[in-house]
């Protein structure tokens, strides 16, 4: 049988009519799958879709609602765009901020320093603060925090990514407090002042005396047939001594009493120890106390408050008299200045008195704590407060020899 015999017998043929084709799928099968992978993929993306929009609604809830207000910056300081927050702020609607200039809404004289705010965010590529006032409304000045980042826009211009932080109720409270600190602070003057009034009325009463006697003599010599004009100048010299020291002790007094404000002077740290010696010094005498001072030369001057430095070492010396008991036998306060190792001014008030026990040197400084019957425990926490608001330090040591010395330092002008 030939090639072409087997081949047609076999049913194989090209040409067989009856030669089983392979199975295919519908036509439209690929098209249908097809569609259903894109509906499938459709879905997905629109799930994303919905899922970045809800994302995206609650970013921008957040933004918007935020307790801080927060602003984009374009150059020369162009609102870009904002939150409701910084709108608040700012006084104006949420539209019709953008494309003004953040400087339109600053108190007077602030501008510049919002130019210098952002010229170092540009330039020391890290974060900036700064604290400016904003005059949003015409009753309201708002002090709030900058803090300040730089990036780039789409176009690659900068742009200042800017948190602003109203700290207008933080400022309020923290000068409440600077009012009643000053007004303990006052309340402390008069008290110690009162403690000691009976010796400083004593004090007062010898100058007086002294004056009306040195008059008296001054009268005689001038009526007398041989005036001795020589002597009249004596006594109204020795007058004129005592007049300024009363003067001097009433003005002390007075300093002490009056309403302290913060005005800073170039001070003498041993003048303050002095008048405040002058002071306590009858008060110690009273007490049978010995009152000394031991101050430094040539000490370099410090910046600070007087009335308030005075208030300070009276209240350490009156501690140090109050410290010994009847019984203690010969008993000393010394007030002491010098300068410390680092530079700095120190002035010191010792006693050899019994000291303090453990517990009296942990709670020393804390407010209304006192080892006294009558005291209201304010007077060394105040006397910190006063120290650490000049810039220094005040603790306390116990003596080799037995007693306490209360220390503070300033730093030098």
């Not at 799958?33 to 609604?57: F, K, S």
């Not at 409701?84 to 949420?94: R, V």
């Not at 006697?213 to 005036?227: G, H, I, Q």
């Amino acid at each position: 049988m030939d090639a072409k015999h087997i081949t047609s017998a076999t049913g194989i043929g090209q040409g067989d009519p009856n030669r089983q084709q392979p199975l295919q799928p519908p036509p439209d099968s690929h098209e249908a799958a097809y569609r259903c992978e894109l509906e499938r993929q459709n879905a997905e993306l629109q799930e994303a879709h919905e899922a970045l929009e809800a994302a995206r609604d609650r970013y921008m809830d957040l933004y918007d609602s935020a307790p801080v207000g927060f602003i984009t910056l374009g150059r020369q300081g162009v609102i870009l765009e904002a939150n409701l927050t910084a709108a608040e702020m700012l006084g104006l609607d949420h539209q019709k901020l953008i494309k003004r200039p953040l400087a339109g809404f600053l108190a007077q004289g602030e501008s510049q320093q919002l130019f210098t705010h952002l010229g170092q965010a540009r330039h020391h590529q890290a974060r900036a603060t700064t604290e400016l006032r904003l005059q949003a409304h015409a009753e309201e000045v708002l002090t709030v925090r900058l803090d300040t980042v730089l990036s780039r826009s789409a176009d690659g211009a900068p742009a200042y990514f800017v948190t602003l932080t109203d700290l207008s109720e933080q400022k309020r409270l923290e000068a409440e407090s600077r009012r009643h600190h000053r007004e303990l602070e006052q309340l402390s003057r008069t008290a110690l002042v009162g403690e000691i009034a009976s010796t400083l009325g004593h004090d007062l009463n010898q100058p007086l005396a002294a004056i009306s006697n040195y008059a008296t003599a001054a009268r005689y010599n001038l009526n007398a047939p041989d005036a001795n004009h020589e002597r009249t100048r004596e006594s109204l010299d020795k007058l004129d001594e005592q007049v300024e020291y009363a003067g001097d002790l009433i003005r002390s007094v007075r300093d002490m009493l009056r309403p302290c404000d913060a005005v800073q002077e170039t001070l003498d740290l041993n003048r303050v120890a002095e008048e405040s010696r002058g002071l306590v010094a009858k008060y110690a005498e009273e007490h049978q106390i010995r009152l000394r001072t031991e101050l430094g030369e040539d000490l370099p001057s410090v910046t600070g408050n007087a009335t308030q430095l005075k208030q300070v070492v009276v209240n350490l010396a009156v501690n140090a008299v109050e410290a010994y008991n009847t019984d203690d036998g010969p008993a000393e306060v010394a007030i002491r200045t010098s300068e410390g190792a680092n530079g700095e001014v120190v002035l010191a008030v010792s006693d050899t008195a019994g000291g303090m026990d453990e517990e009296t040197r942990q709670h020393l400084f804390d407010p209304f704590y006192s080892t006294k019957g009558e005291g209201l425990g304010m007077g060394l926490a105040i006397c910190r407060t006063i120290v650490e608001n000049h810039g220094g330090a005040l603790w306390a040591l116990t003596n080799d020899q037995g007693g306490t010395t209360l220390r503070f330092r300033l730093p030098v002008e």
